[in-house]
Structure formats: structure tokens, C-alpha cells
């Protein structure tokens, strides 16, 4: 450290220590009270960039339907984690999603690698090199998309200069959607096939996301709906 440098230190957020404290002692007033200020800190925290958040949900959004797959299951993940701000983890969990878009194909095809648990030894770079060169599974894009989202992973693994996490996640985001659109997405389905949310995953933070039958109490109210989603009704 230089001699002038100024020594930083990093705080927790005070309010999470205090009421730790206060449930140790068993203090339940003091313990409430630190509760209704995480409470108001909390909801003052997401209402004062909700804009930005949804914004970004809405840039890195393109289909409707997808596979049942987990890997369909971490891209939301990420999803969410840039949405929130997260880039950085954002980032990692995108470049662990190629390496388990790897896993969950080759489950599937025969192969050299051996177990399930086998294959997770392998690098990845061999693993998306088989499924192109080899199974000729995946085609010359997705191979391009899979290394490009695991070069950017790299880059916050090993510690690199210059690094723009924001824009890195972005990108990351879009070559991750794409990616998941050409091997997952599913344009039509049977009636009778069941939808599920694919945020259903994640309870402890998806809670108020819908997915459901719409009832309309007139004819009007159901051709204003379908008017906002771009479709024309014709009333008889």
C-alpha cells in the first residue's frame, strides 16, 4: 500500500446486524424495529430503479415458450440476476449455462465421455467441438454463441483489466437468449399440453408473475386486451 493510500473497509448493511443482535438476545421490539427498516429499505431499494430493471428485462426478452430443460431454467436465472444488477454473477451463471447446454444434449447422444458425472470433467471447449465437428448436433452459430458466452466468462475468472461488466452481461445476456432460442424454444404445441411458468423455479422471488387463463366480463373489455398484444377482434 502506498504510504498516502487511504485505507477502505467494507461495512455490512448495519440494519441486518442489528436485528441478528436482537434476535440473539431474544428482544423482540428491537427486533421488529430493525425489521420494519429492512422492510422500508427494501422496498424503497427496488421502487427507485424499477424503470431500469424493467428495462433491461424487457432488452434481453424474445420468446414465449421454451423446452422444459434445465438449462432453459438457469437462462432465466441469469435473466433475472441482470435484471436485478447483478452482472458480474450474471456473467458466471451465463457461462455455466454453456457448459450445461453441453451436459444436457450429450445426455442424450452417444458419446466418448463417459458418465454423467464423467463428462463434467471434460473441458468445454472439447465437449461443444464433439457436438459440432462430431454429432453434428449443433450448427456453426450456436458453436460460435457457446464460446463467445464462455470467453466473456472467462475474462471474470481469471482477473483481467478494462473489464465493463454491464455491457459484458448485456452481451452475454442476448448470446445466451440466442442461443437458447435456436435449441430450446418451441414454436407451437397441442392442445392440452401443459404451460408452466418458467419462473416457477425461483418462489422465493418470483411470487406476483402470472400465468393463467384471462376472464373478461364483456366482449369490449376482451377486444380492448387483445388490442395492447397487437390482435384484431371481430365482434359478430
Same mark, same amino acid.
Given at each position: 500500500m502506498a504510504e498516502n493510500e487511504e485505507t477502505v473497509i467494507l461495512q455490512e448493511y448495519e440494519f441486518l446486524i442489528g436485528a441478528n443482535l436482537a434476535r440473539e438476545r431474544d428482544d423482540q421490539k428491537s427486533y421488529a424495529s430493525f425489521i420494519s427498516d429492512i422492510r422500508k429499505d427494501l422496498k424503497e431499494e427496488y421502487l427507485g430503479n424499477l424503470d431500469e430493471k424493467i428495462d433491461r428485462w424487457l432488452d434481453v426478452t424474445r420468446v414465449m415458450h421454451f423446452s422444459n430443460a434445465r438449462p432453459v431454467e438457469f437462462y432465466m436465472q441469469t435473466k433475472? @440476476?441482470?435484471r436485478d444488477g447483478f452482472y458480474e454473477a450474471a456473467?458466471?451463471?451465463a457461462r455455466s449455462t454453456a457448459e450445461m447446454i453441453c451436459y444436457d444434449i @450429450?445426455?442424450?447422444l452417444s458419446h466418448p465421455?463417459? #458418465?454423467s458425472e464423467e463428462i463434467e470433467r471434460h473441458n468445454f471447449r472439447k465437449l461443444a467441438r464433439f457436438l459440432f465437428d462430431d454429432a453434428h448436433y449443433i450448427d456453426e452459430r450456436v458453436h460460435t454463441l457457446l464460446n463467445s458466452i464462455y470467453d466473456i466468462g472467462n475474462n471474470y475468472v481469471h482477473p483481467k483489466a478494462n473489464k465493463e461488466a454491464k455491457q459484458d452481461a448485456r452481451k452475454c445476456m442476448l448470446l445466451l437468449g440466442e442461443t437458447?432460442?435456436?435449441l430450446y424454444s418451441v414454436g407451437s404445441f397441442k392442445v392440452g399440453t #401443459?404451460?408452466?411458468n418458467a419462473y416457477a423455479a425461483f418462489p422465493d422471488i418470483c411470487k406476483g408473475l402470472r400465468l393463467g387463463i384471462v376472464f373478461f366480463k364483456t366482449p369490449k373489455e376482451a377486444e380492448k386486451?387483445?388490442?395492447r398484444w397487437g390482435y384484431s377482434v371481430k365482434q359478430k
Open positions: 433475472l @440476476l441482470y456473467i458466471m451463471v @450429450l445426455q442424450n465421455f463417459g #458418465t437458447i432460442d435456436r #401443459t404451460l408452466k386486451d387483445a388490442k
